[in-house]
């Protein structure tokens, strides 16, 4: 009997977040939204941005009460899968009170992201260009 393992591209095997709301300058409205579906690897595309944005936004931006951004650089292609800071801006004048650890690869012209639930709602993980 023989087995098989086939190795998925992960840079061809992902979902798009392509929704206005999610970038990073983008004002909450009165239903605020939540990561709390996702799970798996993500491209940030369209109007949500090209990649995760690095600096932090404002609360209650990205479409939700509390943004989260990457708090480290991207990698360069050459470094593969990398494990990267994501901050959660929950308190004023705190922007990284609350963080986690995601997977990011550079897929030489775009980012994918492996994001789950960030643990807290109302909160998205936010997009820019």
């Not at 393992?5 to 977040?17: E, Q, S, T």
């Not at 936004?57 to 509390?66: E, I, L, Q, V």
């Not at 922007?95 to 789950?116: A, H, W």
Request: aromatic share 14%; glycine share 6%.
């Amino acid at each position: 009997m023989y087995l098989l393992f086939f190795l998925v591209d992960i840079c061809k095997n992902y979902k798009n977040l392509t929704d206005a709301e999610r970038k990073y300058d983008y004002v909450a409205g009165t239903y605020p939204k939540c990561d709390d579906t996702l799970n798996g690897w993500y491209r940030f595309q369209g109007a949500a941005g090209t990649k995760m944005v690095t600096t932090c936004p404002a609360m209650y931006r990205c479409g939700a009460n509390f943004p989260a951004w990457l708090n480290e650089d991207h990698p360069t292609v050459a470094e593969g899968t990398v494990t990267r800071k994501v901050c959660i801006h929950r308190l004023q004048g705190a922007c990284c009170d609350e963080s986690l650890f995601i997977q990011v690869k550079n897929c030489s012209s775009y980012f994918i992201y492996k994001l789950s639930y960030p643990g807290v709602c109302d909160t998205r993980y936010c997009g820019t260009d």
